[in-house]
């Protein structure tokens, strides 16, 4: 059952990446661009300062989402495939994102998103995401257009990091899981793709022992519904750029079914 | 693949024929192929042509994903390729499996190997369409179907970008040109996505290698289809997006030039030094 009756649930993810969205451009059927904010502080950030590719996968995530949602208006989106590919994760803060719609269909709606660090526009990461167009039970969500959603600055001192938001625990040396709990969920009530996105990258990092991601191709192949999820990894092999992983992510409490299938680069 | 269609796609001269794919096809969406990698099959870093395999993989998934939504039938949505830059590649060998046949998409994922050890991953996804007159009939077999695309006298007598066609405008700056002709079709009349994935690769590896000062190789590929290139020439639009002597990173845009410069595809593409 979708929470789209109630505009707060679901939101959590974008509340805890501190995601300001708002759509721009002129409102029309079947095309949305929307721009989002975010801050870069440190709960986002790993060891070495850089920005987690995790975070960036979960805000590309939902600022490409929420545009193809709005494009596929009456109907309402699951994301599908996310491509992200990281060019500087370096960042000063904070990140502008922008998503436009490069096709919309019957069945599907493609978007393309960039992230560039707000300090001096330099790239920071782009990639594209592929949505799946559905009826939600009960209509789509009623935004006021064009849509802004605005996510209240939190204390940056006070605020878990993004791996113990999302509750990670080691399995062994190739596998990383996760309980599924309502802030992790979407307004369709399933697993956030943001989160399934980072786990991703958090997997990959714990196998390799490398300190960033820095891409990831996802296939969300069905929703993640009960919980545990658990994310394992399989070590493809090396090269110059790093080391190239697969990551399979399981719903335990869904019959262990395959929730995702991802591949990406862990390097550093 | 069944009577009419078989005879009709891919014709005589076609580069599907000239990489020589042989399939085993089993009755659980299960399937392997491999290539042989000649010389016409190398880059200049001496290592497999990404295209070659992408085509590759984009057959095999394509004859996967057929059968998965028979009686209906379905068009490349994405491709991608991750490889291993080695020079000891002989023969590719691809095992693809059905990940998830849903209502709308189908999602195929191949292993890739080379004698034995791993060379990389690529994974598929393809749209469900209602199938049309005209389109191939392709059915799980009740045991293992073997098959080859070779006819006598197939084989690349050339490097593979010539064999397709494609003209270099301007190499640093990643300006290619692929017109459309027989041999790269595919069987609704538009560039085979193999060919589209050549295409962009050949205009990364040119753009990265130039930006980067050293010889790189196309290792990644994330290619996503939005609409058949028909009329052509396709032609490559190439942002390089961030380049060291260790590896570079690019944006390819594949336009059809006869359909008013219409984006057919979009790839961000990868190149890392080779050992």
């Given amino acids: 059952m979708s929470g789209f009756h109630d505009p707060d649930a679901g939101r959590s993810v974008a509340r805890y990446l501190g995601l300001t969205l708002e759509e721009v451009g002129e409102v029309r059927a079947g095309g949305a661009e929307v721009h989002g904010t975010a801050p870069a502080p440190g709960y986002l950030r790993l060891p070495d300062g850089s920005i987690a590719m995790g975070a960036l996968l979960g805000l590309a995530d939902s600022v490409a989402g929420l545009c193809g949602g709005l494009a596929a208006l009456p109907g309402w989106v699951v994301s599908t495939n996310l491509m992200l ?53 009960g209509g789509p969500p009623v935004y006021e257009r064009p849509l802004v959603l605005r996510a209240p600055p939190l204390d940056p001192d006070t605020t878990p990091a993004l791996d113990e938001f999302v509750g990670v625990r080691s399995v062994d040396d190739d596998t990383v899981a996760i309980d599924l709990t309502d802030d992790l969920r979407n307004p369709w009530g399933i697993l956030h793709g943001g989160i399934t996105a980072a786990l991703v990258d958090v997997a990959a990092r714990h196998a390799t022992g490398a300190s960033r991601t820095t891409d990831a191709v996802v296939h969300f192949v069905r929703p993640g519904r009960v919980g545990p999820v658990v994310a394992s990894v399989r070590r493809v092999g090396a090269r110059a750029d790093g080391h190239l992983v697969r990551v399979e992510l399981r719903d335990r409490g869904s019959d262990d079914r395959v929730m995702a299938v991802a591949v990406a680069t862990a390097r550093g | 693949m069944t009577d009419a269609a078989e005879a009709a796609y891919p014709p005589a001269r076609h580069v599907l024929r000239d990489l020589g794919l042989a399939t085993e096809t089993g009755p659980a969406l299960r399937s392997r192929g491999s290539i042989a990698v000649g010389e016409h099959l190398r880059t200049p870093a001496g290592v497999v042509h990404a295209g070659a395999v992408a085509t590759l993989v984009d057959a095999l998934g394509g004859g996967l994903a057929a059968m998965a939504v028979h009686p209906d039938w379905m068009a490349t949505a994405d491709l991608t390729l991750h490889l291993l830059p080695r020079r000891d590649v002989a023969e590719v060998a691809a095992v693809g499996h059905v990940v998830r046949r849903g209502r709308t998409t189908v999602v195929v994922e191949v292993d890739l190997t080379a004698s034995g050890a791993p060379l990389g991953l690529a994974t598929m996804t393809f749209a469900v369409l209602a199938r049309r007159d005209g389109n191939p009939v392709i059915t799980q077999p009740g045991g293992v179907a073997a098959m080859t695309m070779a006819v006598p006298g197939s084989g690349f007598r050339a490097p593979l970008e010539e064999s397709a066609g494609i003209v270099v405008i301007d190499g640093p700056s990643g300006t290619l040109d692929l017109p459309i002709s027989e041999y790269v079709r595919n069987s609704l009349g538009a560039v085979q996505g193999g060919m589209m994935a050549t295409l962009a690769a050949a205009a990364s590896d040119r753009t990265l290698t130039a930006a980067s000062g050293a010889t790189l190789a196309t290792v990644d590929l994330e290619i996503t289809y939005l609409s058949l290139a028909k009329s052509g020439p396709v032609r490559t639009v190439t942002t390089v997006l961030a380049a060291s002597p260790d590896d570079g990173t690019a944006r390819v845009a594949l336009v059809d030039t006869g359909a008013e410069d219409r984006v057919t595809t979009i790839v961000r593409s990868r190149a890392v030094r080779v050992p």
């Fill in chain 1, 85 to 137: 590919r990281a060019v500087d994760l370096d960042v000063v803060g904070p990140l502008d994102l922008a998503a436009e719609v490069l096709r919309v269909g019957r069945n599907a709606v493609v978007t393309t998103v960039t992230v560039r660090d707000g300090h001096d526009a330099t790239l920071v990461a782009e990639g594209t995401l592929t949505s799946a167009i559905l009826q939600p039970a």
